[in-house]
């Protein structure tokens, strides 16, 4: 229609793209979303999404108490919101651009060769046969793709991986420090560190606020 954007060329893309319509992109979005959520609360739970508990699921460490959802949901969010943008095409992994520079894979951006120790749906006998590049690109391809399956892949092995790193190093920045830079907490004093931060301190602040707005008066948060 007249009102959309036309097609460009890109000249680094090689080929003619178009901006993502924005009704587009909220449902695309909203899939990401629900099941960045569904696979923290079953990462954390061990439930399935019918409500029954998933006994060959061994539930990720993340802190203690209430809010471990949450948290966990917070933290992978602003990693994917700094690592890829929520990108369509980093989402699918489409050339040129969809993959990081060490071909890191899908919205979190995560390294082929951490993937297979991260993914439950892989069997032992699977992560053993898992010795070469060839074979660590086939497991990558599976986090790739806009539909919840590729989604919760992606978002298990990312949710993994950061819990690893918060017991590496100490604290949010710790935490964001050794996912990025696979274990050196030094980096925790960076720039690139300090942004994240700040994003998930806004997020927090922002699910507080939102919270404490539906609070009727006179109950205890």
């Not at 095409?89 to 899908?106: K, T």
């Not at 069997?123 to 919760?152: C, W």
């Amino acid at each position: 229609g007249v009102l959309c954007v036309p097609p460009r060329r890109n000249a680094y893309r090689g080929r003619w793209v178009r901006h993502e319509q924005r009704a587009t992109t909220e449902a695309r979005i909203a899939v990401i979303t629900k099941t960045l959520v569904a696979t923290a609360n079953r990462m954390v739970t061990c439930r399935l999404p019918n409500g029954d508990v998933d006994f060959e699921c061994t539930p990720l460490r993340w802190g203690g108490g209430k809010g471990q959802v949450q948290s966990l949901s917070i933290f992978a969010a602003t990693v994917a919101l700094h690592e890829s943008g929520l990108r369509e095409d980093v989402q699918i992994g489409a050339p040129p651009m969809g993959r990081g520079p060490a071909n890191e894979s899908c919205l979190l951006q995560i390294m082929p060769d951490q993937i297979a120790q991260n993914a439950s749906w892989l069997s032992e006998e699977e992560r053993k046969k898992v010795r070469n590049k060839a074979d660590q690109e086939q497991i990558a391809k599976q986090l790739l793709g806009t539909d919840p399956e590729a989604l919760g892949r992606c978002f298990e092995v990312g949710m993994r991986a950061l819990a690893r790193a918060r017991t590496q190093c100490a604290g949010d920045a710790g935490t964001f420090a050794a996912y990025g830079t696979g274990g050196r907490c030094g980096a925790a004093s960076s720039g690139w560190v300090t942004e994240r931060v700040r994003t998930l301190t806004s997020m927090r602040a922002f699910i507080t606020g939102g919270a404490a707005a539906k609070q009727k008066p006179g109950e205890k948060s």
